[in-house]
């Protein structure tokens, strides 16, 4: 009997390595093999340089997550406050019609005159304080009709215009630099049935 055990192999290394997956083994015997301080050593360095490691990347990932945070706040800061500039600019303008309607409340025959220069200086303010921000007049009178610039609302037959051109300008257009903000509304020339 005794033979017999000596003659059997030991299964039990290799049934755990059968159903373990590979380099369990050489894990399994370095376990049961002691370390050298030296190695102890190492892999306490290791261990350190691996959590120093990982506290790095989650404060790399913080700082990051308040970066976007702090990038979307000062996004809609931006868009919430975008005229602030172009709003201070106007400001005089408010304050010169302000006077001008008080003006008017004491204003007798004789300072008529005055007004109207008063509020035409206004005008003239507030118009080069919008082609500053970048307003362009579309200027249509006497022009070709041109569709992507022009809202046509009539025709009218006449020989004084040529024909296709815009007879008389009811509203101006207005672009802001190449974007068309509100097409000129216009009444269009059309040659006269007689004169064809």
């Not at 360095?45 to 308040?66: G, I, M, S």
């Not at 082609?131 to 579309?138: D, F, K, N, P, S």
């Not at 009178?141 to 004084?160: K, N, R, V, W, Y």
């Not at 101006?172 to 630099?177: A, D, E, N, Q």
């Given at each position: 009997m005794k033979k017999i055990e000596e003659e059997a192999p030991d299964t039990t290394n290799s049934?755990?390595?059968?159903?373990?997956?590979?380099?369990?083994e050489a894990v399994a015997n370095t376990a049961t093999e002691t370390l050298s301080p030296q190695q102890i050593s190492?892999?306490?360095?290791?261990?350190?340089?691996?959590?120093?490691?990982?506290?790095r990347l989650l404060r790399t990932t913080a700082d990051f997550e308040n970066f976007k945070k702090r990038a979307v706040r000062e996004k809609q800061e931006a868009?919430?406050?975008?005229?602030?500039?172009?709003?201070?600019?106007?400001m005089?303008?408010?304050d010169a019609f302000e006077k001008a309607t008080q003006a008017t409340q004491?204003?007798?025959?004789?300072?008529?005159?005055?007004?109207?220069?008063g509020v035409q200086?206004?005008?003239?303010?507030?118009?080069?304080?919008?082609?500053?921000?970048?307003?362009q007049e579309v200027d249509a009178t006497g022009q070709p009709f041109d569709p992507?610039?022009?809202e046509a609302i009539s025709?009218?037959?006449?020989?004084?215009?040529?024909?296709?051109?815009?007879?008389?300008?009811?509203?101006?257009?207005?672009?802001?630099?190449?974007?068309?903000?509100?097409?000129?509304?216009v009444v269009v020339a059309k040659r006269p049935e007689g004169n064809a």
């Amino acid at each position: 009997m005794k033979k017999i055990e000596e003659e059997a192999p030991d299964t039990t290394n290799s049934e755990a390595a059968a159903g373990a997956p590979p380099g369990t083994e050489a894990v399994a015997n370095t376990a049961t093999e002691t370390l050298s301080p030296q190695q102890i050593s190492d892999l306490e360095a290791r261990a350190a340089k691996a959590q120093e490691h990982w506290d790095r990347l989650l404060r790399t990932t913080a700082d990051f997550e308040n970066f976007k945070k702090r990038a979307v706040r000062e996004k809609q800061e931006a868009i919430r406050y975008a005229n602030e500039g172009l709003l201070e600019k106007f400001m005089p303008i408010l304050d010169a019609f302000e006077k001008a309607t008080q003006a008017t409340q004491s204003a007798g025959p004789a300072d008529i005159k005055a007004l109207t220069e008063g509020v035409q200086l206004i005008h003239t303010q507030l118009k080069n304080t919008l082609m500053e921000a970048g307003l362009q007049e579309v200027d249509a009178t006497g022009q070709p009709f041109d569709p992507t610039l022009h809202e046509a609302i009539s025709l009218q037959e006449t020989a004084a215009v040529a024909d296709g051109h815009v007879l008389q300008q009811l509203r101006k257009g207005y672009k802001l630099r190449e974007r068309l903000l509100r097409p000129a509304m216009v009444v269009v020339a059309k040659r006269p049935e007689g004169n064809a």
